[in-house]
């Protein structure tokens, strides 16, 4: 089987928080802040939260994340992630592993021999 090497870039909402993270019901519930600050507030994260991997999923046991979908697959190596806040990149570490980890997304693309 071929094996791919993957990497997310930002690790908001879509990129790792989706799967580990409650969403605020409505917009009115996110603090305010500034978008291009690395501080930015990140909820509470559940970085052990099982999923049946390679299983039927139900539509609340479905990895939404790129991040929880490349981990999912097992052609795919979840090798690297970049995004500027300290807390979501340590959180990446901590759910898939000691993996390469950047503050800067085009030195991991210029250091990281990425397919996905």
Known sequence: M????????????????????????????QPRFD???PDRPTPTLDTQRAFPLHEIHTA?????????????????????AADRDPGRLSAFTERYGSKSIYTDAGEMLRLENLDL
């Open 2 to 29: 071929t094996k791919y090497c993957g990497g997310v870039i930002g690790l908001g909402w879509t990129g790792m928080l989706y799967d580990l993270a409650a969403r605020p019901s409505s917009a009115l519930d």
């Open 35 to 37: 978008l291009l600050d």
């Open 60 to 80: 609340s046991g479905l990895p939404t994340s790129y991040a929880e979908a490349m981990a999912d697959r097992p052609d795919v190596d979840l090798v690297a």
